[in-house]
Nanobody, 123 residues
Framework: QVRLVESGGGSVQPGGSLMLSCVGS????????MAWFRQGTGKERELVAA??????YYGGHAQGRFIISRDNSKSTVYLQMNNLQPEDTALYLC??????????????????WGQGTQVTVSS
């Protein structure tokens, strides 16, 4: 099992930016695909972005505004979020993929989760 700890959330105005970080421990970090999901109040958990060791993938709402990256030497995955909008308000969770039975957008593919960091966008 890998322990994941997120940080970097907060409150910003529309159009603002935030950088989220997720530090992992307990496994060889570089061996796993990582992802950021988000879950708004009363909403289903949805994929924001995912990254393996060669490519990154984005949910439609994140494409062109968010950038996922990783530094395996620091066991850390990042999410740079730009031009944030009120609809981006959610709890953002880091996840480690432990199953490859389905698509990367499926939360069930991820066996390890952090506690999440809250992002609130309002004027």
């Amino acid at each position: 099992q890998v322990r994941l700890v997120e940080s970097g959330g907060g409150s910003v105005q529309p159009g603002g930016s935030l950088m989220l970080s997720c530090v992992g421990s307990g496994r060889i970090f570089s061996g796993y695909d990582m992802a950021w999901f988000r879950q708004g109040t009363g909403k289903e958990r949805e994929l924001v972005a995912a990254i393996d060791n060669s490519r990154s993938y984005y949910g439609g709402h994140a494409q062109g505004r968010f950038i996922i990256s990783r530094d395996n030497s620091k066991s850390t995955v990042y999410l740079q979020m730009n031009n944030l909008q009120p609809e981006d308000t959610a709890l953002y969770l880091c996840a480690c993929r432990t199953s490859y039975q389905g698509g990367r957008h499926n939360p069930g593919e991820y066996g390890d989760w952090g506690q999440g960091t809250q992002v609130t966008v309002s004027s």
